[in-house]
Nanobody, 121 residues
């Protein structure tokens, strides 16, 4: 089992920034591909960003490219999502997810409970 705990959400004005963190425990972090997803009001959950086990490859949804950056620190068992130039449409509950293997866009095995990000206009 892998436990994931997100932190760093909050309320920010449009144009601002936030950094989300996700701490993992329970299994060797280095074996996990990590992802961030979000679910906005009345919307389905969507992929935001993903990072392979080594951290050498990252992937982003078109809507966040150039504004968000995913990174990981395998020594700290933590994955981050730096979110810059935030827009009201980024308002959502953000979820951290993990999966075994090296595929980023595949079904994820473990999920955190989510952290709310609200961007005011």
């Amino acid at each position: 089992q892998v436990q994931l705990v997100e932190s760093g959400g909050g309320l920010v004005q449009a144009g601002g920034f936030l950094r989300l963190s996700c701490a993992a425990s329970g299994r060797p972090f280095g074996g996990l591909t990590m992802g961030w997803f979000r679910q906005g009001p009345g919307k389905e959950r969507e992929f935001v960003a993903g990072i392979k086990r080594s951290g050498g490859s990252t992937y982003y949804a078109d809507s966040v490219k150039g504004r968000f950056t995913i990174s990981r620190d395998n020594a700290k068992n933590t994955v981050y999502l730096q979110m810059n130039s935030l827009k009201p449409e980024d308002t959502a509950v953000y979820y951290c997810a993990a999966r075994w293997g090296d595929l980023v866009k595949a079904a994820y095995d473990y999920w955190g409970q989510g952290t709310q990000v609200t961007v005011s206009s």
